[in-house]
């Protein structure tokens, strides 16, 4: 059934009104097929037709016009009863279908116009009361039902719209979470990346010089691919497997490895703190992860270079807004990632935690500074 409802709404506009309006001329009909014409009379007077076709084609326009074709098929109802020689109470049915029309389409003034032309319409033709009350209660109801389907239609755009707008926001979240994982992954694989390329290209240079730095190289390779590897697994866990398989994100009590890993991979770095720690969230704590994360990459990626940087300062300033968070190296100033997109990636993830980032070579060209500040999670109650 409602397969066959929704293929009825398909069809062009005007088929619907043609076949509507033929229907509603055969039942109007059938007062004279059920009853005899009158004494002395072949067959019933072709003028007693002439109503009938009026308050039947109009409807072809009911959806253009609905106001007119109610008041123009009233008329011709009107008309009818001025005839005393048709068939006896006929159903205005066209009248009915315009009522139900207006009811739906026309606006508010219309409406009350046309209950006001109809009601004033039946009290002066009506010739019996059981006649009135059918009339009004057929109108009634026809109003009601057109109201009704005005309703569900308000309705049903309203839930489209809802529709459109759930879709829209799920492509944009989708869009979103695209783009946080391939921040992700260019973070831990660019971080993994530049640590072991800098511990590959330094062990052998000891290789039967010293033993222990040798050791110590394939070990810091060993564990950034292992640290690699099981970030690598919770995006992937992220993207399809089950909760159970994800590792948590990272935080700021992982910066002391951190640090220590690229300090073994040739460039010294310090760790400063200062103020007291404020809440940041997971994601506040993840994003200043992975942007000192990105910061010293950057500082590895250019070390091997001449002029680059032998040392770096990541200092983690806490204020009453917000932590202040530096990356200092003390290289040429040039650009650390020229080609990539670490740096829009640094401030994607700042913009995404209500905080702003900023970079760019140090006065008198004495290294690259790049500086983040991140807002605090705002928690009911709580103050500093």
């Not at 207006?102 to 033709?125: D, E, H, N, T």
């Not at 799920?170 to 783009?179: K, N, Q, V």
Request: charged content about 20%; overall charge neutral; aromatic content about 6%.
């Amino acid at each position: 059934m409602f397969e066959q409802v929704q293929r009825w709404r398909q069809l062009p506009p005007w088929v619907t009104d043609a076949a509507l309006t033929t229907a509603v001329l055969l039942a109007q009909l059938a007062p004279f097929v059920s009853n005899d014409p009158p004494p002395g009379h072949a067959g019933w007077e072709p003028l007693v037709f002439l109503p009938m076709l009026v308050t039947v084609v109009p409807l072809l326009w009911r959806r253009r016009a609905p106001f007119v074709v109610l008041i123009v098929i009233e008329l011709g109802a009107g008309a009818y009863a001025l005839l005393p020689e048709g068939a006896p109470q006929p159903v205005w049915y066209g009248a009915l279908v315009a009522m139900f029309t207006l009811a739906a389409q026309a606006p508010r003034w219309q409406r009350v116009s046309a209950l006001v032309f109809i009601g004033w319409g039946a009290l002066l033709v009506t010739g019996s009361l059981d006649t009135a009350a059918r009339g009004v209660l057929l109108w009634l109801a026809a109003y009601m039902l057109g109201r009704a389907w005005a309703a569900r239609g308000t309705q049903t755009a309203a839930l489209q719209e809802r529709t459109r707008h759930l879709e829209r926001a799920r492509e944009l979240e989708a869009a979103h979470e695209r783009a946080r994982i391939a921040r992700e992954m260019h973070d831990i694989l660019g971080h993994g990346m530049s640590v072991m390329i800098a511990q590959a290209e330094a062990g052998p240079v000891f290789v039967g010089r010293d033993d222990a730095r040798t050791t110590a190289s394939f070990e810091v390779i060993a564990s950034t691919g292992r640290e690699a590897m099981a970030q690598l697994r919770r995006i992937l866990g992220v993207l399809g497997q089950g909760p159970d398989d994800l590792a948590p994100a990272p935080t700021l009590s992982g910066l002391p490895d951190l640090v220590a890993r690229v300090g073994r991979s040739g460039v010294d770095v310090q760790l400063i703190r200062s103020g007291e720690p404020g809440m940041l969230g997971p994601d506040g704590e993840a994003a200043a992860y992975r942007i000192v994360q990105e910061g010293l990459t950057n500082v590895l990626k250019h070390a091997r270079r001449e002029g680059g940087a032998v040392r770096a300062d990541v200092t983690l300033d806490w204020h009453d807004d917000g932590l202040r968070l530096r990356v200092v190296d003390n290289g040429d100033g040039g650009p650390p990632d020229a080609e990539g997109r670490g740096l829009v990636g640094i401030a994607e993830r700042a913009a995404a935690c209500g905080g702003t980032a900023t970079w760019g070579p140090r006065q008198e060209n004495t290294g690259f500074e790049l500086s983040v500040h991140l807002s605090y999670v705002a928690v009911p109650g709580a103050t500093r």
